[in-house]
T-cell receptor, first 115, second 112 residues
Framework: NAGVTQTPKFQVLKTGQSMTLQCAQD?????MSWYRQDPGMGLRLIHY???????DQGEVPNGYNVSRSTTEDFPLRLLSAAPSQTSVYFC??????????????FGPGTRLTVL | KQEVTQIPAALSVPEGENLVLNCSFT??????LQWFRQDPGKGLTSLLL?????REQTSGRLNASLDKSSGRSTLYIAASQPGDSATYLC???????????FGTGTRLQVFP
């Protein structure tokens, strides 16, 4: 198993550009989520999904969209990038559809800079 | 609103010391608590998961305890090694939601 994979590893955008961060897992996990990690603020939940076709907002959803058309993939879209979205983005997954009952597996992260 | 705090933010100890990392949370209505390790520039790796009905979990040199009533968890690392150097984060599963709330982490350095 490759586990949780994320692409790209690094990305630089200009303000106003849009892009999609990719996340995929090959463990047949139901629950998938996106976090951003900023210095001094820990990880904050952006969006999550409890199964294909089902998504919901986390703590900081503004400026981001998600969809879950398959069990394996959970892309995160930045609609119009802003410097405040400069961060490291992590995707995570777990077998159970309930985040709190199961071990979370994290991807290696995408480091995004918005100029 | 659930808040998770980790103190200290950074810790530096000599090799061989036993050490304790602290995690506190404001709302005792949690399903579980997880401890993670993060190496520089990498993702998080789950270390221990304690369900709300449990008091502790052990894995090798690591022991995590949970006291829901006081809103505290500790991660005990025995006989620390330089390879233990990393940032350690705790996260709580929030009751009645599908969410984990993370603390800001403790950056640990173990020097030879």
């Amino acid at each position: 198993n490759a586990g949780v994979t994320q692409t790209p590893k690094f990305q630089v955008l200009k303000t106003g550009q849009s892009m999609t961060l990719q996340c995929a897992q090959d463990m047949n996990h139901e629950y998938m989520s996106w976090y951003r990690q900023d210095p001094g603020m820990g990880l904050r939940l952006i969006h999550y999904s409890v199964g294909a076709g089902i998504t919901d907002q986390g703590e900081v959803p503004n400026g981001y969209n998600v969809s879950r058309s398959t069990t394996e993939d959970f892309p995160l879209r930045l609609l119009s990038a802003a410097p405040s979205q400069t961060s490291v983005y992590f995707c995570a997954s777990s077998y159970s559809s309930l985040a709190f009952t199961d071990t979370q597996y994290f991807g290696p992260g995408t480091r995004l800079t918005v100029l | 609103k659930q808040e998770v705090t980790q103190i200290p933010a950074a810790l530096s100890v000599p090799e061989g010391e036993n050490l304790v990392l602290n995690c506190s949370f404001t709302d005792s209505a949690i399903y579980n608590l997880q401890w993670f390790r993060q190496d520089p520039g990498k993702g998080l790796t789950s270390l221990l998961l304690i369900q709300s009905s449990q008091r502790e979990q052990t894995s090798g040199r690591l022991n995590a305890s949970l006291d829901k009533s006081s809103g505290r968890s500790t991660l005990y690392i025995a006989a620390s090694q330089p390879g233990d150097s990393a940032t350690y984060l705790c996260a709580v599963g929030v009751y009645n939601t599908d969410k984990l709330i993370f603390g800001t982490g403790t950056r640990l350095q173990v020097f030879p």
